[in-house]
T-cell receptor, first 113, second 114 residues
Framework: GDSVTQTEGQVALSEEDFLTIHCNYS??????LFWYVQYPGEGPQFLFR?????EKGSSRGFEATYDKGTTSFHLRKASVQESDSAVYYC????????????FGIGTLLSVKP | ETAVFQTPNYHVTQVGNEVSFNCKQT?????MYWYKQDSKKLLKIMFS???????VNETVPRRFSPQSSDKAHLNLRIKSVEPEDSAVYLC?????????????FGPGTRLTVL
């Protein structure tokens, strides 16, 4: 079945560091790919999505580019802030049987001031 | 601004009891979902409804049953809870049920089974 792999379970950075969280997917065709962010005590929030090869999604300084060749959708931010500390989820939209999101394991980002 | 509301926020109960969680969305969306988030923060879909019709029913134990009275409400009942049911249950909604649809999540209900 379809799946999403996030290789980093935790990332610790200092403010103004560059962020990369890796996301690879396994699915046929061109599934919609998403990034969601979850702050403590809240539900996940939609960050952005992409659904075509080479399409870039972006929001709040975060961005990711859909790459069909490497089946990747890596999250990047040039300069993180302490307020970016949260859990980040890569997800794949599985429309084969209704819209369900298949989530990666999540990456806990901790940013020190 | 919260648009997906869940009650209760927390619930502690004993093994074997029945519990029920409520979810309401004020976004006018057609599709609603229940997800389970375990202690390791893993998120898995349980059910989804579109216009009050069950669309997705993942392999969950039969003691879990969703209930939809209208498009804006989707409740979750668990008969005879087990210790492994301890988790955060997240409700979400989306405008429609395409695989590209942005989903809006509630804050979750944390269930602890003693």
């Amino acid at each position: 079945g379809d799946s999403v792999t996030q290789t980093e379970g935790q990332v610790a950075l200092s403010e103004e560091d560059f962020l990369t969280i890796h996301c690879n997917y396994s699915a046929s065709g061109y599934p919609a790919l998403f990034w969601y962010v979850q702050y403590p005590g809240e539900g996940p929030q939609f960050l952005f999505r992409a659904s075509r090869d080479k399409e870039k999604g972006s929001s709040r300084g975060f961005e990711a580019t859909y790459d069909k060749g490497t089946t990747s959708f890596h999250l990047r931010k040039a300069s993180v802030q302490e307020s970016d500390s949260a859990v980040y989820y890569c997800a794949l939209g599985d429309g084969s049987s209704g819209n369900k999101l298949i989530f990666g394991i999540g990456t806990l980002l901790s940013v020190k001031p | 601004e919260t648009a997906v509301f869940q009650t209760p926020n927390y619930h502690v109960t004993q093994v074997g009891n029945e519990v029920s969680f409520n979810c309401k969305q004020t976004l006018g969306h057609d599709t609603m979902y229940w997800y389970k988030q375990d202690s390791k923060k893993l998120l898995k879909i349980m059910f989804s409804y579109n216009n009050k019709q069950l669309i997705v029913n993942e392999t969950v134990p039969r003691r879990f049953s969703p209930q939809s009275s209208d498009k804006a409400h989707l409740n979750l009942r668990i008969k005879s809870v087990e210790p492994e049911d301890s988790a955060v249950y997240l409700c979400a909604s989306s405008l429609d049920w395409g695989d590209y649809a942005e989903q809006f999540f509630g804050p979750g209900t944390r269930l602890t089974v003693l």
